[in-house]
């Protein structure tokens, strides 16, 4: 009964305090969130939705947005901007800016600095590598040197040898000896024999002394140093010049560093270089650079980097490790162009940063191409495609080029900004749906790309007439039959070449004219290499086609308004000129006007 008293005791309570509750509420409480709180309502000037991700995006009713899925939100036209954005322009708000984390720096310039880090092993010198022959042919009788590694003196005993020619020249000595008052100049001969034997004078003046003739004579080292090889054996006999040792003098040593070919432009004789080896922790050795080795390994790509270093302790021995750093300037380069690499794309092909609009109010990027300079490890130098001041994006930067291929914008892997190529990378197969546009796909890769003449620089085109006109010096003395005259004409044609700035064009049409001069190169180097005046005409037949299709692609800038392709049925060849008139440089005066005009190109 107790225990059912306190059940109604507990109900009885939770009765009272609802009816209090409602008493105190005036029934009228209503939920404290509304659902209709969270439902976005449209703007009433702009009636537009748009992504707080994508701004770009402007729809006239509420949805998803197109590109990332994320809820449209109404376009607030309270903070509405007044900047003028271009087509091309990545537009992002101060969200999406925060949420990928983009992060910009302003484009400076500086001092070309680099630190360089090396590895190398401690060597002899060379200049103290010394072989130590026998002057005298015989018999190794004795070796008083007898492992490698032996350290040995000038002047010390290093092996006995028996030599009859030895006998012969002391005898003849002796003779002199007794007939030296009459025959002085005869003596001193014998002496001198002796001598170039490499015996020293006590030696000489031992044999005198004794009045015997020794079958045995010593041969003293002309050298100090270590042995590094024993190259005879006891009983060997042995020529006069024949190599009995290998000494190495290790008083200096040298350190050979090896640097990869990137960093050879920044590393320059009379640098200091400051290292460590391995084998004696704790101690920092430094030195100058004194030698560059002017080739690069073709397995390796690596070159020898030399400093010289004293050792008259001999704590540095040969094939120690080193680790060596450098703190590298580039010569020539001063107030270069420098950006943190983290804000280029690099697709092997081009490189690309993002560059922002100088707008007010608009946060926006804009795609750009860029030629890049020397590596500085965490930084490049900029050759041509931005300047000082300029403000560009260095962290986050794929999430903007994610954003512009996305809406069809230019992109590191779409830079002509089609939008045929969002949603699939080119040339992937996307179902049998797409076939058709994936067959398209492959045609594009496969011819050459499509170039706009009106944008390439006049400079450009201005040094590439030069070309041409060189080209049709070359093509009248073969027109003359004048061997020797071609031969000079294509050196100029090769000097005109040489003067063309590459740093003139950018992104896939510097590419595409890096592949034609290298093509143009080789075809001067035939030319120039051809042994008579035939071999000249079929060389220069090839470097006609090429050019009339780099004149075709880029267009030139010329005095002359029009040049003539032109072709010869007979020599199936073709070649370019200023004139209508046939002159034909592959017949010469033989048959001078064989041939047509075939196509007309305009200069600009």
């Known amino acids: 009964m107790k225990k059912y008293k306190n ?25 404290i969130h509304n659902e209709k709180e969270h ?25 998803n947005c197109p590109i990332c899925g994320m809820e449209l939100i109404p376009l607030d036209n309270s903070n509405s901007v007044k900047d003028k954005i271009a087509s091309n322009e990545i537009v992002l708000t101060p969200e999406a800016i925060q949420l990928a984390n983009i992060q910009t720096s302003v484009v400076e310039k500086g001092n070309a600095v680099k630190e360089i880090h090396l590895l190398g092993k401690v060597k002899p010198d060379e200049r103290r590598l010394y072989s130590q022959v026998s002057h005298i042919p015989g018999r190794i009788e004795k070796l008083y040197v007898n492992f490698t590694g032996e350290k040995v003196f000038k002047g010390q005993k290093i092996v006995r040898i028996y030599s009859p020619d030895l006998i012969s020249a002391q005898k003849e000595l002796f003779e002199a000896i007794r007939s030296r008052k009459i025959y002085p100049q005869l003596y001193t001969a014998s002496r001198n024999k002796l001598k170039l034997w490499k ?10 002394k004794s009045g015997k003739v020794q079958d045995q004579i010593d041969i003293l080292s002309d050298y100090s140093g ?52 391995n084998a004696i922790p704790g101690k920092a050795f430094k030195g100058k650079i004194t030698y560059i080795d002017p080739f690069v390994s073709s397995t390796t790509r690596i070159a020898q980097v030399r400093v010289e270093l004293k050792n008259t302790n001999h704590k540095l021995l040969p094939e120690m490790y080193a680790n060596g750093t450098i703190s590298a300037k580039l010569t020539n380069v001063e107030n270069a162009i420098i950006i943190p690499k983290s804000a280029v794309l690099w697709t092997g092909k081009r490189s690309v940063v993002y560059v922002k609009a100088p707008h007010k109010k608009t946060i926006s990027f804009v795609y750009r191409e860029i ?17 000082q001041g300029e403000i560009i994006a260095t962290n986050g930067v794929f999430r903007i080029d994610a954003s512009s291929q996305l809406i069809g914008q230019k992109s590191m892997m ?14 992937m197969d996307m179902g049998d749906s797409d076939k058709k546009k994936v067959k398209m796909s492959d045609v594009e890769m496969k011819n050459k790309i499509m170039i706009n003449k009106s944008k390439i620089d006049p400079e450009f085109q201005k040094q590439l007439g030069e070309v041409v006109n060189q080209y049709i010096k070359l093509k009248d003395a073969l027109f003359n039959d004048d ?19 590459m740093l003139l064009l950018l992104g896939d049409v510097h590419n595409e004219w ?43 800038q010329n005095s002359n308004k029009y040049i003539y392709l032109e072709y010869c049925s007979m020599k199936n060849q073709y070649w370019l000129s200023f004139e209508k008139t046939i002159k034909n440089p592959f017949y010469g005066k033989v048959m001078a006007s064989c041939g047509e005009v075939k196509k007309v190109y305009k200069t600009q």
């Open 7 to 31: 059940y109604g005791i507990g109900i009885g309570i939770l009765i009272i305090g609802i009816i209090l509750g409602n008493l105190f509420s005036d029934g009228n409480s209503k939920p």
């Open 39 to 63: 439902v976005y309502v449209q703007d009433s000037v702009t009636k537009l939705w748009t992504c707080a991700m994508h701004p770009q995006i402007k729809l006239n009713k509420p949805g």
């Open 199 to 208: 015996l020293s004078d006590n030696q000489i003046n031992a044999i005198e």
């Open 226 to 277: 270590y042995v590094m090889k024993k190259n005879v054996e006891l009983g060997d006999h042995v020529k006069a010049g024949t190599n009995l040792y290998d000494i190495a003098n290790l008083n200096s040593v040298w350190v050979m560093f090896e640097a990869y070919e990137a960093d050879i432009p920044w590393i320059h004789n009379g640098d200091l270089v400051n290292f460590t080896i």
């Open 371 to 387: 030629i890049l300079g020397q590596d500085m490890g965490d930084f490049y130098i900029v050759k041509k495609g931005l300047k």
């Open 414 to 427: 779409n830079p002509t900004g089609s939008k045929g190529n969002i949603g699939g990378m080119t040339g």
């Open 483 to 501: 061997f020797d005259k071609a031969k000079m004409k294509t050196k100029k044609v090769k000097e005109a070449l040489n003067n063309v700035d």
């Open 514 to 556: 890096m592949k034609d001069l290298k093509t143009l190169t080789q075809q001067i180097a035939s030319i120039l290499s051809a042994e008579n005046i035939e071999n000249q005409r079929n060389n220069f037949g090839k470097f006609s086609i090429t050019l009339g299709n780099i004149i075709d692609k880029f267009g030139v």
